[in-house]
């Protein structure tokens, strides 16, 4: 499965703590069937992940780790990316 979550992660508009944030490998990779894929930070203030993972409860826990303030977690449907379409569930 597939989820977005949408947020503030304090102090993250700044690249370098977004960067000291999510510099490493192991800052992504949750467990060995749970991982982060993208984080965009907004220009209001707001931050996206994705992550792909078997249940969101790992998602929740490392959104919290990171310090998250969490206005919405939502599983996706279909994704679409350069060109390419498929449904996620």
Same mark, same amino acid.
């Given at each position: #499965?597939?989820?977005?979550?949408?947020?503030?992660?304090?102090? =993250?508009?700044?690249?370098?703590?977004?960067?000291? @944030? #999510?510099?490493?490998?192991?800052?992504?990779?949750?467990?060995?069937?749970? $991982?982060?894929?993208?984080?965009?930070? #907004?220009?209001?203030?707001? #931050?996206?992940?994705?992550?792909?993972?078997? $249940?969101?409860?790992?998602?929740?826990? =490392?959104?919290?780790?990171?310090?998250?303030?969490? @206005?919405?977690?939502?599983?996706?449907?279909?994704?679409?990316?350069?060109?390419?379409?498929?449904?996620? $569930?």
């Amino acid at each position: #499965m597939r989820w977005i979550a949408i947020g503030k992660a304090s102090g =993250w508009d700044d690249l370098a703590k977004f960067t000291q @944030e #999510m510099k490493g490998t192991a800052e992504w990779r949750i467990d060995p069937k749970c $991982t982060v894929t993208g984080v965009y930070a #907004m220009d209001d203030g707001r #931050m996206i992940a994705e992550y792909h993972g078997p $249940t969101v409860a790992e998602f929740e826990a =490392w959104l919290k780790k990171k310090g998250w303030s969490v @206005e919405s977690i939502t599983p996706l449907r279909h994704v679409a990316k350069a060109g390419d379409i498929w449904k996620v $569930t």
